[in-house]
């Protein structure tokens, strides 16, 4: 009798052998059907890239989930089938594919594209248990238990969000692929082993998306071969939006930020970009080229040094989220405020915000350099004197 344990890695490899050979067909397929990706003012490549490689993580995502896995799980923890619990994230999540494919071959305006993203995460609240209905304030805070209409809409409004957060960093070679697996690995040890409100077809499905990418990724390392592609972006994009929501429902307070804190990367840098265009009078939806990647390539970092140091970024965001599920109340609110801090300090450095918008790093040099001090009392004092 082979045990189980077993039975999930040789599926996970599996996984991985069918998202790295379906990536090169998916590559030559995007070539004959226009999903290519042409160079201009605001892309990286010089030369025209097939995009659409999300086709082939949907892909070996489907096999497992609806192929392989039911097959290895008859019944677990009285929660019916398998097969049940997935197809309707598999429906939904090729909602999002034929979306992200019409986008990449014919670039869909923003409307038609959320439509899209709507309809998809309409499926999941009506037909699974991924609903956000009840949230528990962080820190010692009540549980609140939300109405049908606002549950509908908090739900719509986080997968939304989460799709098109992941989608905006999606810049660089490799940048979206690497930042989720570190994502949704991390996503799924804590629901593992934290997450007490959760069934096992959680972790077994969030390590079959990250595997899926994880056999593309090769491909879309720089120098990339082929893109994820709106295909790709919006997909990985939607499914971590969705696989999260059972933390962000969760009846255990710190796992309630624990997903907000693992997607650190991608929701940090949305907001900031629309606090950025709120500030400068620009449209939120205004494309720009002040985002993280764009800032540190400004800087001098090469392409490759680029996306390794927002790895890292995400890996420190994966890191304290675990760290916030075995702290103590105390030591979890010191590693927010310390996060808060380093995100705004980082953002501020690199002028992420804009130019001339570093508030903080100003504050610590009024602090901590008597001159400066000094000047700018003397700034305040005249301004004011007249």
Request: proline share 5%; glycine share 8%.
């Given at each position: ?10 599926v996970?490899?599996?996984t ?26 605001r ?78 995460a ?19 805070g ?11 809409f ?6 939304v ?56 990724l090769?491909y ?17 994009g939607f ?7 059972q ?17 650190g ?26 985002h ?27 890191l ?52 400066y ?11 004011h004197?007249?």
């Amino acid at each position: 009798m082979i045990p189980f344990a077993l039975k999930y890695i040789i599926v996970l490899i599996s996984t991985l052998i069918v998202s790295a050979i379906a990536t090169p067909l998916v590559r030559f397929l995007s070539f004959k059907i226009g999903a290519v990706d042409n160079p201009n003012a605001r892309r990286i490549n010089k030369v025209p890239m097939p995009t659409a490689g999300g086709l082939a993580v949907f892909f070996a995502f489907t096999v497992s989930t609806l192929g392989l896995l039911p097959r290895i799980i008859q019944h677990l923890n009285g929660n019916g089938a398998y097969f049940h619990y997935v197809l309707p994230l598999v429906i939904a999540g090729g909602i999002i594919i034929v979306t992200g494919l019409v986008d990449d071959i014919k670039e869909l305006k923003p409307l038609p594209k959320l439509m899209g993203i709507l309809l998809a995460a309409s499926i999941i609240w009506i037909w699974t248990d991924f609903k956000f209905d009840h949230f528990k304030i962080p820190f010692g805070g009540p549980l609140l238990a939300f109405p049908t209409w606002l549950s509908f809409f908090l739900t719509i409004l986080w997968i939304v969000a989460i799709t098109n957060a992941v989608n905006l960093i999606d810049g660089l070679d490799g940048l979206v692929s690497g930042v989720s697996i570190i994502s949704l690995t991390t996503m799924g040890l804590v629901s593992y082993f934290f997450l007490h409100d959760s069934n096992i077809f959680l972790p077994l499905t969030i390590f079959i998306l990250a595997v899926s990418i994880t056999g593309f990724l090769p491909y879309n390392y720089h120098p990339a071969i082929i893109y994820l592609g709106d295909t790709g972006a919006l997909f990985i994009g939607f499914m971590i939006g969705v696989l999260s929501l059972q933390g962000l429902k969760n009846s255990t307070a710190v796992a309630v930020v624990t997903p907000m804190v693992i997607l650190g990367v991608p929701i940090t840098d949305t907001v900031v970009a629309i606090i950025r265009r709120s500030l400068s009078g620009k449209k939120i939806y205004e494309a720009d080229r002040m985002h993280l990647h764009h800032r540190l390539l400004s800087m001098g970092l090469t392409h490759r040094g680029t996306v390794l140091v927002i790895y890292a970024i995400s890996f420190i965001f994966s890191l304290t989220s675990l760290l916030l599920n075995v702290s103590s109340r105390f030591g979890g609110v010191l590693l927010m405020v310390s996060l808060v801090l380093g995100v705004l300090i980082l953002s501020e450095m690199i002028g992420i915000f804009g130019e001339n918008r570093t508030p903080l790093l100003n504050t610590l040099k009024f602090i901590g350099n008597s001159s400066y001090r000094q000047e700018a009392i003397a700034k305040w004092k005249s301004r004011h004197s007249k």
